[in-house]
């Protein structure tokens, strides 16, 4: 499959590069080591040693240890093993076993590429890049340099890239690898963003992954059949930031036609009618603006069309949460930005002056500081009676409640009532953020004792954090009062509902569990539902990619070897197939009418090519609750006769916990 895979996806030359490749020593001996060579020479090998080092014939103890610890001679010495003789073993021993033990250990790798007919490029720490094949997959290791400290970073391997990049016009897929899994998880993250690479572009991989064969050649085939796609959005990023560069050239254009009299005319006609600042007006009109020539790009349109085209099982990852990034995007199509309610405060339109904007959004000072706040209050009062500050006084503010929770490894917005979650920053931690669920029927009101406590810190008892965009404030607005019944807006990333897993094999007539623990982990498993045409109902199971690949790896232990003329069994067939992985991860099927004889299981190989009759339901997944042959199935029950699946996969409900 990796080598079809690799031929699909256009790949013909791959890098790797790690210091198992060195032709020389990248540290000079320690001075521990050097003292004990020092300690083994005789009164033979001591001249030849001189000699080499370019020492005078009466040279101390101490001259010889420096010059040891000199790496440019201890890297000339490495090619003098003929002079040196036996002192080359004192001197070089060490490192070789070392070197031995990483080639050992990339090997693997080396010999699952090679099957593969394609240029695999091996270089060391110094990557001489120049003169080389352009590369489409970069494999670099996260420690190349060692200078005999245990300090590891990833600034070596973003050198590498950036080495490349200089020489190379490429977009390649780049695996960082490590056998040391605790720094290569921390530091991850800092390569990627160091080395300006896109999420999709990039995985981090245990050397201890290499020595599972079949694995590996699973994993980089799941990553690198989408190199293709990711290499065709990177392009429409590309003409993306052209195009921004292109409307912000627009709009200085426009800006530059206008005159004076021009901004004093909207002044006359739009802002002194609606009590609003032409520094306010003007700054919103000039946002606006620039949207509309950016939306006239042809460059946003490719990209949606692209988009529209990626299919869900193309996906080489699982996602159970709403990333940093996605969380951020999603919030600045929501919240205005922080900046611009600083400079009202700066210009003296802010709360202590007694301004109030619809959508302003308000956490209790008491706990503003706390890990979270746990409400918020946005202002739902119409725009028309809050502009005039000291009329205000003599009315009330209204405000919706919302709860809020620092956002999750398993949360992902969703719409309650209609009103979608709010995403918004944390206001202590840049690192965090924060969902907002409003509480419709929870008001509260605001008068003239509230609203002026705002001019003394001291006495006020809320801190503006944000505000909602004028669409979302009046969705807000609406659902509360009921002016409107709904506004349409953007949906919810996802309503993905989280459950642990329990996993069973059906062997010798009773069922056994295939020890995960993750009954009770929320980011195991995940299930979502939707309407589509025809008022059908549909179900998508996600299940967490290292499940399935831990999944995979005990069945195959209990199956017998694949023996030429032996004929495999249905679950042989499936749980060694490349499709394994990807039928599993995410799986999508039509939820069939409810009775009490539905059976609401999915079977992710029913389509499986080769399979019939009761082959196709190999294996299930099991959905909690709903009537199905599998709902009593449990570790050491007998299987029975309508249960024809071998491998089970049951989703479970993890109760929440309460908060204490």
Sequence with gaps: MLKETL??????CIHIIDDAFDKQPSFPLSAEKAQRVIDNLTTETLPVLRMELGL???ADADAYLDALQDLEKYQHLYGRQEQLGGTWNLLYDDYETEQKGKLQQIQPLLDK?????LDVQRFGADYSVAGSKLPQ???????LNEDGSNAVTAKDAVNIVHKLRGVHDCKPFVFLMSSLSTPLRDEREDFRKSAKLFASQFEALDKRLFTQVEELGDILSRYLKVLPKLVELEGHFGEIKSAMTVAADGVMETLRSMDLADYFALFHNTTAVEKVGLGTYFAELLLEFFAHKLEGSEAIWSLATSLDKFELKELPRSRFSLSAAAGEIYSANMIHAEARLETEKARGLGP???FFYLGDIFFPAKNYNEVAPTQAFAIITPACDLVRPKELLKRSIMLCEGSVKVVGPTDIPTATNALPDVVM???????????VTWRKKKLHVWHKEQIEAFKDPAQCAYIRAGRLRPLYALQLQHA?????SRIGTQRPPSLLQHYGIQCYLAKNGTWQEVELHEELNPTAAGLSTSIRENDEEWAIFVVADSNITTIRQKVLEGLPPKEDGRVESALEMAVRSPEFIDRLMYHQCRVPEKSETTDFCAYPFFDFSGFEGNDKNVIALVRPRLPSPYKDVAANRKVSDKQVANLVICLREIKPRSDS
């Design 7 to 12: 031929r699909l996806s256009g790949i013909n």
């Design 56 to 58: 005078p014939e009466e």
């Design 113 to 117: 590429l090679g099957e593969c007919e």
């Design 137 to 143: 997959v970069v494999f670099v290791d996260l420690k």
């Design 352 to 354: 202590v002056e007694g």
């Design 425 to 435: 920053p944390h206001p202590t931690d840049k690192k965090k953020q924060l969902l």
């Design 480 to 484: 509360v009062t009921a002016d409107l």
